[in-house]
């Protein structure tokens, strides 16, 4: 048995080294798209730019616009005069926000009755939510500190303790400094071993099929199984490479730590993987030629990508996506890699986790299985 499969697993690995530009390009995916993620892609957007029509000119129109400086999240790119010079500049993609401060700024100020308008271009989410929300807090601290400041100097007294009776002291667990990085790159190695062990196996299969060489195989004396084993050997070896260079990339180049258990993460990224090589399997069953396999693939990729809580948190999703999701093994590793990396936790914390992620490889490997016995029949 182990002769046979140890046959298989060599003829592989002779196709992979006489295919050099896939088997780097394979290589290097994962660390192309670390990159892009480290550098490309942030959550928390800053430095948006931002166009500016002071129509008051006074110090506490300037003030006002300082502090949306300071804060590090907006920089002024350029000043106009009145709001369909704001919209055009936004329209022109020079800006992403403007700001009109009309007449008497101050005066109004004193009168209690000021207002700011703010202009935010919808059509980037992540602008949006980040500019909306950052101009609000910049305008109720901006509020605060206007009435206090007022009210020490008619009292001649500090009143600050009187209006803010309550503070709040927030702690953030985990990652402190909230950092993308610290966050994405748990769930990108998921998403990298979802999709390419299940391209990886797909293809596979689906290639003996096509150019006519499994026949050939399956007269010898192997069985079945034994070929679905000798299949997937090289390709967990490749998607354990992968893990690896994401692992220590992330963690000596960009300082993302593991806090956790890095031996029981590993056990439990093979077991990750067995469910991802099964899926492909399933796939090649079901798949005609390489270009189906390749359509299937991307479809269940994507899906499990959405709904798996790669990006967006699964509480947050409709039940019918919530139950989709536990269709896909991202959705039970995803936990796991994000609590061992980020939190620190053992095995007791990841016990529910763990098991279905069990169940859906046992599940999914005789699927597989026996769908690839009924096409080969």
Same mark, same amino acid.
């Given at each position: 048995?182990?002769?046979?499969?140890? @046959?298989?697993?060599?003829?592989?690995?002779?196709?992979?080294?006489?295919?050099?530009?896939?088997?780097?390009?394979?290589?290097?995916?994962?660390?192309?798209?670390?990159?892009?993620?480290?550098?490309?892609?942030?959550?928390?957007?800053?430095?948006?730019?931002?166009?500016? @029509?002071?129509?008051?000119?006074?110090?506490?129109?300037?003030?006002?616009?300082?502090?949306?400086?300071?804060?590090?999240?907006?920089?002024?790119?350029?000043?106009?005069?009145?709001?369909?010079?704001?919209?055009?500049?936004?329209?022109?993609?020079?800006?992403?926000?403007?700001?009109?401060?009309?007449?008497?700024?101050?005066?109004?100020?004193?009168?209690?009755?000021?207002?700011?308008?703010?202009?935010?271009?919808?059509?980037?989410?992540?602008?949006?939510?980040? @500019?909306?929300?950052?101009?609000?807090?910049?305008?109720?601290?901006?509020?605060?500190?206007?009435?206090?400041?007022?009210?020490?100097?008619?009292?001649?007294?500090?009143?600050?303790?009187?209006?803010?009776?309550?503070?709040?002291?927030?702690?953030?667990?985990?990652?402190?400094?909230?950092?993308?990085?610290?966050?994405?790159?748990?769930?990108?190695?998921?998403?990298?071993?979802?999709?390419?062990?299940?391209?990886?196996?797909?293809?596979?299969?689906?290639?003996?099929?096509?150019?006519?060489?499994?026949?050939?195989?399956?007269?010898?004396?192997?069985?079945?199984?034994?070929?679905?084993?000798?299949?997937?050997?090289?390709?967990?070896?490749?998607?354990?490479?992968?893990?690896?260079?994401?692992?220590?990339?992330?963690?000596?180049?960009?300082?993302?730590?593991?806090?956790?258990?890095?031996?029981?993460?590993?056990?439990?990224?093979?077991?990750?993987?067995?469910?991802?090589?099964?899926?492909?399997?399933?796939?090649?069953?079901?798949?005609?030629?390489?270009?189906?396999?390749?359509?299937?693939?991307?479809?269940?990729?994507?899906?499990?990508?959405?709904?798996?809580?790669?990006?967006?948190?699964?509480?947050?999703?409709?039940?019918?996506?919530?139950?989709?999701?536990?269709?896909?093994?991202?959705?039970?590793?995803?936990?796991?890699?994000?609590?061992?990396?980020?939190?620190?936790?053992?095995?007791?914390?990841?016990?529910?986790?763990?098991?279905?992620?069990?169940?859906?490889?046992?599940?999914?490997?005789?699927?597989?299985?026996?769908?690839?016995?009924?096409?080969?029949?």
């Amino acid at each position: 048995m182990f002769k046979r499969i140890g @046959a298989i697993t060599q003829k592989e690995f002779i196709m992979l080294a006489r295919d050099r530009g896939t088997l780097t390009l394979v290589l290097l995916i994962p660390l192309i798209q670390l990159l892009l993620f480290a550098y490309a892609i942030h959550m928390d957007v800053k430095n948006i730019p931002m166009v500016v @029509a002071d129509q008051s000119l006074d110090v506490d129109s300037r003030s006002y616009l300082g502090e949306l400086v300071q804060s590090g999240y907006f920089d002024i790119v350029s000043t106009v005069q009145d709001e369909s010079q704001i919209v055009a500049a936004i329209d022109r993609g020079d800006a992403r926000i403007g700001v009109l401060i009309p007449p008497h700024f101050s005066s109004d100020i004193d009168q209690g009755r000021a207002r700011v308008l703010f202009l935010v271009d919808g059509s980037d989410p992540f602008t949006t939510q980040s @500019a909306y929300n950052t101009a609000n807090a910049i305008a109720q601290h901006y509020t605060i500190q206007l009435v206090v400041n007022r009210l020490n100097v008619s009292s001649g007294s500090t009143v600050s303790a009187l209006l803010s009776p309550l503070t709040v002291h927030l702690q953030i667990l985990y990652n402190p400094d909230v950092q993308d990085l610290w966050f994405l790159v748990p769930g990108l190695i998921a998403m990298l071993l979802q999709t390419q062990t299940i391209t990886l196996t797909a293809l596979a299969v689906v290639r003996e099929r096509e150019v006519g060489t499994i026949e050939q195989i399956l007269v010898t004396p192997i069985r079945p199984i034994e070929l679905m084993l000798g299949k997937t050997i090289p390709n967990l070896l490749i998607a354990i490479i992968n893990m690896l260079t994401i692992v220590v990339v992330s963690n000596k180049v960009f300082q993302v730590p593991i806090k956790g258990n890095f031996l029981l993460f590993a056990c439990l990224t093979i077991i990750y993987i067995f469910s991802g090589l099964g899926l492909g399997l399933l796939i090649s069953s079901f798949s005609q030629n390489q270009r189906q396999a390749q359509q299937l693939t991307s479809m269940i990729t994507f899906i499990g990508q959405v709904v798996g809580g790669f990006v967006f948190p699964r509480y947050a999703m409709p039940v019918v996506l919530q139950w989709i999701s536990n269709f896909f093994p991202l959705t039970y590793f995803i936990p796991i890699s994000r609590g061992i990396f980020m939190k620190g936790i053992g095995m007791q914390f990841l016990t529910g986790q763990v098991v279905a992620l069990s169940f859906y490889v046992a599940v999914i490997v005789f699927l597989a299985a026996r769908s690839f016995r009924q096409r080969l029949d």
